[in-house]
């Protein structure tokens, strides 16, 4: 029995030791979590200054030595005080409760080194004695803090350079003041010895005033990081005296850091202090009409723990001292957001999609099992281009495309300004975005001023404040700085613009070519001759080449066609009568130039007209299509209307053509060239309005200019599917043999592929940019 209470003592004791622990260790976790640290003085002063005729408080520290700056001389006082000082200080800025003390310092000797006080000091206190006494009455708003209450005596015989102090200490609770309250002190002395005196101040020596213990000040740090991981560091310097009592700062961003703990101010490694910073970047109008100073981070911060160490001085704290006030704010940096789903999982579904239906049509009839394993190697060659898709979010913005259509009021304009106004007026659109009291607003600016006069071409800028809750008031800086240079926008109350770019609601610098379409962005800002080579490169398709189709046959996105390419007949066929050289060439070229051409000059013409700021609606229409097109694929093995179009076309070449490559062969060729042209879409969606379109609205050397590479596209587009042919070929007889026995069941297995990236990419723009518009 006594063994069991024992066991039974020991486990209760474990219990709570365990529960004491895990208690522990919650407290240690909430004392080290993120948050802001703040070490703020215990004392606040308000020293006199100024000269005896004209008397002032001021907050900032005495610094000079030597004879003092300010002296009220005193001699001996027959009966009544003799006034000396009688000083008001400025109101105060925001409204404190003082509860604490309130010391008065009077800093006083003789005018001359004597000992005549001390020897005449008969009865200290009586008209036999020789001490002297200050008498002070401190009014602050509508209370009387100190009223005529004297100070210590003192027998001086001391001059300046060892003054005597004198010192009055008074409790005070439950003092609330208001802005705009006055503080006024008046000194009085009993000076009872007949060698003059002097009350002194101005010097670190002799630093008269008052000091007040508790918390006056509130000063706030934060930061707010936006979804470029760009840290905007934000300081409210919350004082009675108003900001300026907050003289200099020394802010530093630390990390990434390995826990919370550690983070104390001054510690980190020399690799962990990322950022520097002393004068702020930018002001804005915080809460309550307070300035707030800001400060970005020039670089992303990588996902990972961090502290912002400030260092503060104020004016009325011994300026020995580095640090007035310590901030410490613990944060984190999250990982990016992940998707609803990710685009990656339609590169898993659509191998299991085509083998799933491959298993489905076993059931009906058995085709040879090299069948089966050329639509395996298409299942797998369809990861190449469903690797690019985007992913399926909400309202997330199309990353490769036209810029959004906006229509925002400019800050003091008459009305609203709209991209397509822009569009129609300048041959690119430079737009900075930038979130109010950011250090890059004031550098857009100016890489904006250089970059205007590197470009010589009719280029526009412009500025949006973006950011939840931007308002009016805001912008009211950054305007005057900017002088009407370009329009300053401001942004929907929810940042739905600003969320509709790539960049998101935060800083970044987008350039749009004449079409609307985005030819390069950056977070933060873009230095002046990058945006020149950007606005270049937008006059010339945006990098885009002709030989684009070409390059990216060597690369995943274009995988498919070199399966689609097997030929579908077992052998070779020679002509029945004599044929220019390299005939078979030049049809394939034909063909497939003409399919790409189906679907390229469409998409040219429309950009060329202008309908990039309605192009989300127009790549949802796509999408549709390239879905359609795989479900009849699918369902017939082949798009019926390309295969009646390339009859038509089929039927106008010369007979002895039309003999040697039958009709269906040909449709082939126009096939591939149209599933060329949906690869290259999926892979860079841009690339014919921009390389196109876009080349055409800047002029009529841009007409020109966008035929010739339209031509070219289309040309080299032929030669891609001619190339593909031929590489299969080259291997030898092989793929023949294996494209004729999967000749009817390929393109269906295709068809399902195709049907599933374009309703995954339908869903991405219907979900994301579609629906983030509206």
Known sequence: MTQQRILAGVVILLLLSTLVAGSSMAQSGEEFGPGLDLELPESHNIFLHGTEEEPEFRRDWPILTGIPGGSASFSKTAGAPQTLVQVEGAPVQEALSLNGTVTVDLYASLEAKSPICRQTNVLPGSP?????????TLIWGSYSIINGVTTNSVTMEESYTESHLFQISVPVEGVDLSPGDSISLRIEVQHDCVQPGSLWWGTYDARSGITFTGDLI????????????????????ISPWGPA???????????????YESMVHGFGQEDERLEH?????SFRVGEANRTVLTWSTSNPLAPGLYMIDGCFTLQDQNPAEPCDVVAVLKFEVVEDPQALLSGTWVAFLIPLGVIAWLGASMREAMLPLPAYAVILVLAIASVGPAIHLPDIDANAARSDGAAPSFALLEHGGDGSVT?????????????????????NAVRQANDFRMADALIDSDIGFIQIATGAGVRAVDLDAHAASINGSWPLLMDNADSSVGKAFPSGASDAVIIIDAAGFITDWAPGTYSSSEIATAVEEAGKGSGHSFLDPLTMLWGTALLPIFVLAMPRERRYTEPDEVLLPGSGVLLTLLAAGFGFAIWAVPIALLAAVGLGTIWIWIEVALASLLAYHGFRTLTKGRIPEID??????????PEAYREWRKSSSFSDDVHLGIWLAWLIWLRTPDMVAQAVGSVARTGILGVILALAMLAGLILAAGLAVVLARAIIGVTGPIPRTLGSLSVGIRPRAWGLASTMLGVWLLLSLVAGPLLGSL
């Open 128 to 136: 036999a004695g020789a001490t002297t006494t200050f008498i002070v």
């Open 419 to 439: 991209l397509s106004d822009l569009l129609s007026e300048f041959d690119a659109v430079v737009v900075g975005m930038y979130v109010p009291g950011s250090a």
């Open 277 to 281: 910073f002393e004068a702020p970047h």
């Open 245 to 259: 009592d907050f003289s200099d700062q020394v802010i530093e961003v630390v990390g990434p850091m390995s826990d």
């Open 218 to 237: 509130d000063p706030r740090l934060d930061q707010v990081t936006d979804s470029n991981r760009i840290t905007r560091i934000e300081f409210t310097p």
């Open 644 to 653: 009646w179009v390339a009859g038509k076309l089929h039927s106008l070449l």
